[in-house]
């Protein structure tokens, strides 16, 4: 039981564009999960989450519904979870309770088997709308997490120079976002998330804005980064194509409260091209999901 007397956690603003929110009174104070006694606790355990937030008036909106799923280490292999689900269901709120950016009403999160009470750096969240700081260049952009971290000028400088070339943006280090397309402030955003290379990256719709073209480069990109650094990604989207394309496993979630209504493995494809995205296997796979998704309830 919560004590009264204790003061709730208090919301926080992480991010460029995060706005700090109340949330129900009912806030997990304690952890109840323990980690079990062999093996490791999962990367990432989250345990009956809910979310009711209480606007200045008392009205209640309940976001999110007891979601549970837990997420276990995949050394050698990136891995993508996708929540797909319909508009205001719930989805950011799901995110921004794993950052630590609101205290859940009910259940917990917990990394490493470590409950999440803040943000913090094993978790980094690229948000729906793009949040690059305007008055830094590119490169400052990006070396912003690991300035914070103390790294030295010329470590930080190798290390932003590799995420550069790797989101396509090494001529554009010193320019400042205002001169960048929306696909470009987007990969600024994305590489200044992973740079820091955090245990679980947070993508909440992050390329949603863009055009068809770019978003398939986008989403390439997102698959060979999560490869090569061994990030997991929970990564959300009401796009059905996208979430067969980058998902080892889709989370299905009704309308508000988010509830997960199913989970859906995707199949290792062999390749991931645009060729894949009209093959009959992937095909399938939207087919199998859009029947989830528009079954009768
Ligand atoms: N700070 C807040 N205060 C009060 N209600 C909120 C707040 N943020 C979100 N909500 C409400 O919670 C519900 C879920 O919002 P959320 O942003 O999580 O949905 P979403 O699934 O991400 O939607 P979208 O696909 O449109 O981004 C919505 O009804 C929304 O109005
Ligand atoms: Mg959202």
């Known amino acids: ?151 030295a000028k010329k470590k930080r400088r190798e290390v932003s120079d590799k995420i550069l070339q790797q989101v396509g943006l090494a001529d554009f280090a010193d320019r400042y976002p205002k001169d960048l397309s929306g696909g470009m402030k987007q990969r600024v955003a994305i590489a200044r998330t992973l740079v820091n290379n955090p245990r679980v990256v947070l993508m909440d719709e992050p390329f949603g804005a863009l055009d068809p073209q770019t978003r398939w480069g986008m989403q390439s990109l997102l698959l060979d980064v999560s490869r090569a650094e061994n990030n997991t990604i929970l990564f959300v989207t009401h796009d059905v194509s996208e979430a067969v394309y980058l998902a080892d496993t889709i989370y299905v979630l009704s309308a508000r409260p988010a509830r997960i209504l199913h989970q859906v493995d995707v199949p290792a494809f062999p390749v991931h091209d645009i060729a894949l ?13 859009l029947d989830l998704i528009y079954a009768p309830k």
């Open 1 to 151: 039981m919560a004590d009264p007397e204790t003061p709730k956690p208090q919301p926080q603003a992480g991010e460029p564009g995060t706005i700090a929110v109340t949330v129900g009174e009912k806030s997990a104070a304690h952890a109840t999960y323990q980690p079990e006694q062999t093996g490791a606790p999962p990367k990432l355990r989250v345990s009956h989450l809910s979310v009711t937030y209480i606007d200045r008036k008392g009205n209640r909106t309940e976001a999110v519904r007891d979601v549970s799923f837990d997420v276990y280490d995949k050394p050698q292999s990136g891995e993508v979870i996708v929540f797909l689900g319909p508009s205001g269901c719930g989805k950011s709120t799901i995110l921004k309770a794993v950052a630590g950016l609101l205290p859940p009403t009910e259940g917990e999160v917990l990394v490493d088997g470590k409950p999440v009470t803040d943000v913090g750096r094993d978790r980094g969240m690229v948000f729906q709308a793009y949040t690059s700081f305007g008055w830094l260049t590119v490169r400052d952009n990006v070396e912003y997490g690991l300035r914070l971290q103390g790294m």
């Open 277 to 289: 995205k009209s093959a009959l296997e992937f095909r399938a796979v939207e087919k199998k999901l």
